[in-house]
């Protein structure tokens, strides 16, 4: 009863989808848009279309409605053009998770051991390779940075024969979820995702087109996802009601339950929340800079010019007079006057003080303070740059526990289920479902004192604190099984190329034939 209460609406309009019913689709097109509307933050679309435009260095208009609330009557003077676009490095240098290519490695779930069949390996490498992994989760990561949330859509392309991901933005997805798991995207109830039209994918366009998941059931009787493209106007394009997903076959997993080809993540998952409130406060620290920015130019040009006070000139002789422009001249009459008043700028006061508050903003958000300090500042060690960088740094490590869960859990299933469903269409080796992925994320390229690492590694080796294989695996960021087996290789490698028998390390490195004798 109570799970009727609170999913009744959800369940209707699951029953009403299932009717099949033309004159009804567009209601439930409408009925899943209001749904989910429930479960947004106030203005959420309009914050995340703001973020988007701010991050690719649409700020003029910000930046003009900064202006006028702080000169309003002058503010069509400032160029609105000077904007120091700082909000997609903020975001670029906090989503580092990707910076370098992740290690993925397939694992036998029986044995625990890599898997070394080579059809297998160059299946999965292929996998790798079409889906532009590295790009697209590297853009995957930005997106939840950015907005606060991101959805990764797996699909096949039958004009290339490759599997495809897709990075769609939050504000573009419509969730009606399971109020029980509301952050889970596989147990919700129905999935819009707005597609693009002849207008783009703007708020204020007319029929909007939709790539339209719901559960449905099978002619089984088993729930099953279902999928069409319909328009907002209930008009399908692909897929028909009667038979759904006819366009591009459902995608099943081993046991043969249809898959929803998406994982939803959020950056912070919070208690009944399914879309995460946007980080609006960067769009209001990148007006207050673009302001800065834009007041320090206007002063070094009125600094520069001055201000001019005429005297005794008729008004409509001033207006065609003067010329108080650079190289310009203006001829006075006797009596007249002109007098420049040149105000104080203090100039570099007032870029300190944006040095400063960029400096702020960076400590506000975990960033290292190095990567916006002068030019002028001192040059770091790179043991002092580590510790400079431990915020950003254990930020990323979190980052990593989320992106290590999704890519071996939830991204792995939906991969591999999408991967077998086609491949046997295109002459492909079908994964081993019964394989596992294990995933290590790339290092980092933060400058160490190298150097410095190896003399604290060399003393750990003398005290026994640390072995031989353990330090390798330090300096390596290797596991420690390979910095094993890498020694021992390395051990006979040597002994066969640097010593052969009868001949000392001395001779063999200098190339002197010896005599024999050790």
């Not at 109570?2 to 999913?7: E, G, H, M, P, T």
Request: charged share 25%.
């Amino acid at each position: 009863m109570y799970f009727d209460l609170i999913n009744g609406p959800a369940q209707q309009l699951m029953r009403d989808i299932s009717q099949r019913a033309i004159t009804t689709r567009a209601d439930w097109v409408k009925q899943i848009l209001e749904l989910s509307s429930e479960w947004r933050p106030y203005g959420y679309r309009h914050a995340c279309e703001m973020l988007n435009d701010y991050y690719l260095g649409e700020q003029q208009e910000g930046l003009t409605a900064q202006l006028q609330k702080q000169f309003p009557k002058t503010f069509r003077r400032f160029p609105t053009n000077m904007v120091l676009p700082v909000l997609r490095r903020w975001i670029d240098q906090q989503a580092t998770v990707y910076l370098t290519p992740a290690a993925r490695t397939l694992m036998d779930e029986q044995s625990g051991e890599a898997v070394e069949d080579p059809a297998q390996i160059a299946a999965f490498e292929k996998l790798q390779r079409d889906a532009a992994y590295w790009e697209v989760w590297q853009r995957l990561d930005r997106t939840v940075h950015l907005f606060g949330a991101g959805l990764m859509l797996y699909s096949w392309n039958t004009f290339r024969n490759r599997i495809e991901c897709n990075v769609v933005q939050p504000h573009l997805v419509h969730i009606v979820p399971d109020v029980d798991r509301p952050d889970d995207i596989s147990a919700a109830y129905a999935v819009l995702i707005e597609l693009a039209t002849d207008k783009g994918v703007r708020y204020n366009q007319e029929n909007r087109r939709f790539l339209a998941y719901w559960r449905g059931v099978d002619e089984n009787g088993r729930e099953d996802w279902q999928a069409v493209v319909v328009r907002e106007d209930g008009s399908l394009e692909l897929g028909a009601l009667p038979d759904a997903m006819d366009f591009t076959a459902p995608i099943k997993d081993a046991d043969g339950n249809t898959v929803l080809p998406m994982i939803w993540v959020q950056r912070e998952k919070g208690h009944g929340v399914v879309y995460p409130r946007p980080p609006v406060d960067l769009l209001q620290s990148q007006d207050a800079i673009n302001s800065a920015w834009c007041d320090i130019n206007m002063r070094a040009q009125t600094s520069g010019y001055g201000s001019y006070v005429a005297t005794a000139l008729d008004t409509e002789r001033a207006r065609g007079a003067l010329n108080i422009t650079p190289g310009g001249v203006s001829v006075l009459e006797e009596g007249e006057s002109l007098q420049s008043i040149t105000a104080d700028s203090r100039l570099s006061e007032h870029v300190e003080l944006l040095q400063d508050y960029l400096l702020q903003q960076a400590q506000r958000l975990g960033l290292p303070p190095s990567s916006w300090a002068p030019k002028n500042r001192p040059q770091l060690s790179g043991v002092a740059l580590k510790v400079e960088n431990l915020e950003s740094e254990l930020a990323r490590a979190q980052s990593i526990n989320r992106f290590e869960r999704i890519e071996e859990d939830d991204a792995w299933e939906i991969a591999l289920a999408t991967w077998n469903t086609y491949a046997p269409m295109t002459g492909d080796t079908p994964l081993d479902p019964t394989m596992r992925l294990v995933w290590r994320p790339g290092p980092t390229t933060i400058p160490s004192d190298e150097e410095a690492q190896r003399r604290v590694l060399d003393h750990d080796v003398s005290k026994n604190w640390l072995t031989a294989a353990q330090a390798m695996a330090r300096a390596l960021s290797i596991s420690e099984q390979e910095a094993e087996d890498r020694l021992a290789a390395n051990i006979d490698t040597n002994r066969q190329q640097i010593r052969p028998a009868g001949q000392g390390l001395a001779e063999a490195a200098l190339g002197i034939v010896g005599n024999g004798e050790a």
